[in-house]
């Protein structure tokens, strides 16, 4: 054990005040008392003591974090009769959690990507409701379908949520926001793997290779975490045979030696986008507030939209026909009121100070559509953070 922790774990186990709770008496008695034979051996007593039970605390740690020294601890216990013959009175269970947290945060804990695990699901929902504008069937869906998933001691298969909208609306900020908050490493856990269509699959003639190296990389992923997390930006432009190469892997599970179950699947497309613009236009010029949309009148127009016969992945695949996809996730065009509140997160996450006037000024920029009305962004807010740059000195 390293001085360090060792002396750490003496002062938690009260190797200190053992030492100073018994005091040293002093008085009339001639001055060799004060480090007599009989004191010697009764501070040596206890300092033995105190070590031994560190060194099975150190023991216990050990085979806790880094499943070493188990098997010794285990013969321990049955020489004494089952019982270890000592408990956690001192530093306690949930300080050895937390120590095991500690070392975790700044090292590989174990041989899988489990310990990493956080399941955030207040921060996520909190950074949701503070950071995500405009969005209020996204935020809906995203928490229910995830903390429904992740609370089911047994799902019946891998969860697969597939996000609509145009672009800078908000589909990729979630799930960076998702993978954050379910894994300490975000999107570097090696539980998360990112695949963007045309950077990973740009040609179709490859297709049988692409296959047996996105089957491989899934399952070697699920392999180190259970709890696997599988994002395919620019989804509408995967080839269906890719879509159909990963289908088992988000079916029913049917006694597969290896378990999907605990995997989440997110589709991020811009296919949708128009049919989700028209109904949000709709309910504005018919004076009714965007809240009021709800995902059961939205869900039948936008599924609609994605069987309509045309040259993309999502029709093609068994996807759609197989009924995969748990969740169809809409996200809202952006109005003027949202982009400004886009506009004042960018300022605030560079630090930088900013007036009424400023926010503004970087929100009229954005082209806003349709040509009569002029409501929705057609960017959503993916230039914001670019634009702020005009304004700094």
Known sequence: ????????????????????????????????????????????????????????????????????????????????????????????????????????????????????????ITGLEADLNRQLHGQHLAKEIVIHAVQGFL????????????????????????????????????????????????????????????????????????QLCKQSLFIFDEAEK??????????????RHDGHKMDYRRSIFLFLSNLGGNTINEVALDFWRAGRVREEISIEYLEQRLQLELLEPAKNGYVCSHLLKENLIDFFVPFLPLEYHHVKLCVQDAFLARGLPYTEAAVDEVARMMVFVPKEEKLFSAQGCKSVAQRINYFLP
């Open 238 to 251: 995967l080839h269906f045979s890719l879509l159909d190469a990963i289908k088992p892997f988000m079916a």
């Open 1 to 120: 054990m390293g001085p360090g922790l060792g002396c750490c774990l003496l002062l938690l186990l009260g190797g200190a005040g053992g030492l100073g709770g018994r005091g040293v008496r002093r008085g009339p008695e001639r001055e060799e008392g004060l480090w007599g034979r009989a004191r010697y051996e009764d501070v040596e007593k206890h300092l033995g003591a105190v070590g031994a039970l560190s060194k099975q605390y150190w023991r216990y740690l050990a085979c806790k974090v880094w499943q070493e020294g188990c098997e010794e601890k285990e013969v321990e216990e049955e020489e004494s009769g089952g019982s270890p013959g000592w408990s956690l009175p001192l530093v306690g269970h949930d300080y050895l959690e937390v120590l095991s947290a500690w070392y975790c945060s700044f090292r590989k804990c174990c041989k899988t990507g489990d310990c990493r695990i956080v399941n955030n």
């Open 151 to 222: 609370q089911s001691p047994q799902p019946q298969k891998a969860l697969v949520l597939s996000f609509h909208s145009w672009s800078g609306t908000g589909k990729n900020f979630v799930a960076r926001l998702l993978a954050s908050h379910l894994y300490r490493d975000g999107l570097e856990s090696m539980c998360v793997r990112v695949f963007i269509s045309l950077f990973h699959f740009p040609h179709h003639k490859y297709m049988d290779s692409y296959k047996a190296q996105l089957e491989k990389q899934i399952s070697e992923t699920v």
